[in-house]
Every structure is written in C-alpha cells, then in structure tokens.
C-alpha cells in the first residue's frame, strides 16, 4: 500500500517541500530510498526499524521503498526519519489520519524518542507559503515553528511530540492534542544584559563617539592602537548602543541561526543583535559560508549584528579578501557544481589591529619599534580595495594614567543608545518619504541616494576635493566620507551636511591619512 506526506529539505537558509512516498508491497523483505538521500538519511533504516519495534508496532517482512521527491534535489540529515517512519506505518494501516495534510519531520532515537532537528523556523515558514494544515515536529522544536505560523497569523496547527508512538497517537485522534502557541511581543519585553557597558570604559572619548557615529549609521569601523588600548573592549560594548532588531530583522537572522544549529535551546527566536568574533586562524569556508554540507558562515551568522575580527592583519590574505563581496552587496553567494546558495550577510564589520608587528608603533624613547619596511609590509596585509569599504578609521591611543584612576564615569550605553535609535528614525523616515524601499541605514546607500540625500553646497564640496586630491582617496572612499558625514549631521540633528560634519567625516580617514606615508 501506498502513502504519501510532507516533509522538507533546507537550501542554503530556505527550505524545499519534500513528498515522502512509502510503499510497502510482496517481495524479497527489503528497505531501499531513493531521491538523493544522503549517507546520513541510508543509514536511515536500521534507526527506523528499530524505533518502531522499540514503540511497540510489528513489521512484517516486507518490500519497502521509499521516494523523496522531487528527485533531482539532494536530501541531506537526518529529519526524515520520523517522516519515513510514520509513512511505513501509515501503509501498514497503523495511521488513518489524511497524511497528506500533514508535515512530519524528526530524528529517531533507537528507544524511538524524537531528537532536535536544524531549520524549523524556515520549514514552518515554507509550510505556511505551500498552505499545509498542520505541522509535527520535536518538541524542543515546535516553539520556533510557532513563530513563523504567529507572525503570518495562518490557522496552520503545530505539534510538539517527543516520541513516535506519540506521534502515532496525535495522528490517530489529534482532538486530544493542543497546538503550540507563541506569544510574539512578550519574546521582545526581555530587556537583554550586555556584558560590557560604555559607562565602564575609561577614557578613549574620540574613539567612543566614532562607535556612536558607526551604530547610528552601520557604518564599518577599524581600530588602530596599541596593545591594551581598549579596542576589543570597545568592540565588545558596541552591541549595547545599537538599536532593537524589528520583528523582521529578528525573523531573518533567527533563520540563519536555525539552519545553522546555533540557536540557544528555550530561545525560539533571537530579539537581540549577534555579535561573532571569530578567531584569526578561521578558514575561508568557515568566513564566508559554504562547505560540502552548506552552512552559513561567520558573516552570514553577523546578518543584523556585528563582525568582529580582532588582529586584523593576522587573517590570512585569501581570508580578508573574501569580504569584500559581502559588504558591497550586504550578500554571499556560495557557488559548487550543483548548487549555488545565497546567504544573507548584511552586518558592521568592525575590525582592530595594532600600528605595528611588534604592537605599539614607538618603545618608551619614541623610536620606531619596527623598521619602516616592517610596518609597511605588516599594513599591506590589509589591502586597499578592502580598507575603502571601511568606512571609519580611527586611532585607539593609550589610556592616560590619569582617566584610568580617574573615578569619573563616562556616559552609560542606555543614553548613548537612545541618540543612535533617534538618528536611526531619522534615517528611517528620510527613506521612507524618498522612495528607497530595503534601506535601514545611511551605510546602505546607493550612489543614486548618495546624490539625493547627501548634497554638499560650494565650500563643502570644494573641501572634499582638496581631501581627496592630498590623501589620493578613491571614489569609493569618497561615497563613504559622504555617508559618515550624513550621520554625523543627523546625530547633530541638522538637515543639511555642514563643513563641521563634513571635516569630522573626512578625519576618520586615518589609514589614508597617516600610516601609508612612512
């Protein structure tokens, strides 16, 4: 007897409709899948079988064969068991209940308990597009699918079991079974702790207020200073002073942490922006994303958040350079010979190093602590194409002994915070009534918005010739000053760039400026 249900395969971040069709017919006792299982769903049958035995259901010898369609797309993982597992039993007659109507999916356990699976907030999401009724999936699971049925506000009813015989059982007579329900805006009333607050930093007020400049615009930022300056410190204290993620932000990026398996366990969805700081010996595919199972990577998991990359010049060159198409396009696009992915990687890179090889760039006595050569080679690791889509460099200098025993307390991240939502609005609106849909940010300008929100009168424009003619400054670097400047004016509350936003804009050119002149 044939039976036929849905279940769903993962795409990059995106999930597929996946028709399992289990057939049970005479023949030689067998179990074959076909439709481009991978290993993980071969080996499939033995925890099947297993578990159903284990839940108290007979098999009897016969041929099963089992097609996931559509065919000509690879199935990965392991939570088609459940799936498989209630389709076999739905031929056997142990389920009457319309499978059809039904999205199954699960890993299997031996003692036929179910296991968490990866990407139940995209597959809720594709169940919701595709109109099927119900949806039944591991309980530790069901509140994340909850999500997306409650922010489409579908009738779609979604179950949380823990075993197969539950399972059996829910299909058997669902009435005696309630949905999972989420309630949305309470998930965004938690007030999130950061572990690090800007009241707690000494000193470094130049520094902190380009990290206000930079949340208030998304802007992409480098730290150049000594060791123990207070850049990862700074860094780390910058996800205090960005603005709430909305409710759509926070839909995307817990998609992403869904597909990846990186969501915290009781968190069915992310309401506060990520931070990665990924260790300087991170491989590409590990970067970027990709990789024989697909993964997004660590600025694919930054998508709304922050990338921080620490001792910049001591990732590799191949490393650093693979950035570059992310922070153009706010996307990655992971190529292989039978798929090509697009993540999202919309995200403030935020980088530090130190002036010099040998960490500050003068001993005591004011010399040199490395050759010029030394410095020069150590800089060029960062190269020009990539410091252009930086759009604030700024230098960390060492904390004076003073304000560092000073018991003066700076301003706190909450009033800090409240100046870059203000100017977040601003910006906001500004899109709004000019027309430019998908912008959030002065970062994410266009050239075409550049010209129509960033006009400059004579002097200014005069000025910002004469910089770009002494520092040899690109045009890419030239639509950067114009987009930090048009922060700096909407920090101040002003309409109009003026000469004092425009000249503090073109400071925060300092790898420019500086460095490259030895």
Known sequence: MLSQLSAAALVGIDALNVEVETNVSGGLPSFTVVGLPDNAIRESRERILTAIKNSGFSLPPKKITVNLAPADVKKE????????????????????????????????ALDGSLRRINGALPIAMMAVRENIKRIILPSINAEEAAVAVAASQSAIEVYGIRTLSETVNLLRGPARFTPVQVDVESLFQEHPEYPVDFTDIKGQATAKKAMEIAAAGGHNLIMIGPPGSGKTLLAKALPSILPPLNFEESLETTKIYSVADKLNNGKP??????????????????????????????????????????????????????????????????????????????????????????????????????????????LSKISGPLLDRIDIHIDVPKVDNQELFSGTKGESSEVIRNRVIKARQTQAKRFAEGNAPGIHANAQMTTRLIKKFCPLDKPCATKLMEAMERLNLSARAHDRILKVSRTIADLDGSD??????????????????DFWNY
Not at 91 to 104: G, R
Not at 269 to 288: D, E, G, W
């Open 269 to 378: 969805l992310m309401t506060r922006r990520p931070f990665r700081n990924p260790h300087h010996t991170t491989s590409n595919v590990a970067l970027i994303g990709g990789g024989t199972m697909a993964k997004p990577g660590e600025v694919s998991l930054a998508h709304n958040g922050v990338l921080f990359l620490d001792e910049l010049p001591e990732f590799t060159r191949n490393a650093l350079e693979v950035l570059r198409q992310p922070l153009e396009d706010n996307e990655v696009t992971v190529s292989r010979i039978s798929l090509t992915t697009n993540y999202p990687a919309c995200f403030m890179l935020v980088a530090a190093m130190n002036p010099s090889p040998a960490g500050a760039l003068k001993d005591q006595d004011g010399n040199l602590t490395a050759t010029p050569q030394q410095i020069q080679r150590y």
């Open 496 to 513: 109009t760039i003026e000469m004092p936003h425009l000249i503090q804009a073109i400071q925060y050119r300092s790898l420019d400026r």
């Open 77 to 108: 993982g392991t939570a088609f068991d459940l799936s498989i597992a209630i389709g076999l039993l739905g031929s056997l007659q142990e389920v009457e209940h319309k499978l059809e109507e039904t999205l199954i999916l699960g890993e299997l």
